[in-house]
């Protein structure tokens, strides 16, 4: 599976960006999905995640309520909606895959390049 994620950009606080990750080489319906960020001299962590369906989700408790994961098998590509954005938000965003009917929390065997994601004060 290779992942292409794109969409990041400068934002100011409060404001709102979506991410996109695009998947070829398999197929993508049987892949859960995720999006990990790693801020600046921090550890990368787990931010959102969506099972092959869509039908179950799961999300950081930092990020809760204010991003929201999708996805569209039929055009092999999930998306996250980040609004209510807080400069601790500011990291570069991977999106991953693996094979699995859940939604795992780490794990994930492939990966995209990242998006960077900045917001400012």
């Known amino acids: 599976v290779q992942l292409q994620a794109y969409g990041g950009g400068l934002v100011q606080a409060g404001g709102s960006l979506r991410l996109s990750c695009t998947a070829s080489g398999r197929t993508f319906d049987r892949y859960a999905m995720g999006w990990f960020r790693q801020a600046p001299g921090k550890e990368r962590e787990f931010v959102a995640g969506?099972?092959?369906?869509?039908?179950?989700?799961y999300y950081a408790d930092s990020v809760k309520g204010r991003f929201t994961i999708s996805r569209d098998n039929a055009k092999n590509t999930n998306y996250l909606e980040m609004n209510s954005l807080k400069p601790e938000d500011t990291a570069v965003y991977y999106c991953?895959?693996?094979?699995?009917?859940?939604?795992?929390?780490?794990?994930?065997?492939?990966w995209g390049q990242g998006t960077l994601v900045t917001v400012s004060s």
């Open positions: 969506i099972n092959w369906s869509g039908r179950s989700t």
């Open positions: 991953a895959a693996t094979y699995s009917t859940y939604v795992p929390l780490s794990g994930y065997d492939y």
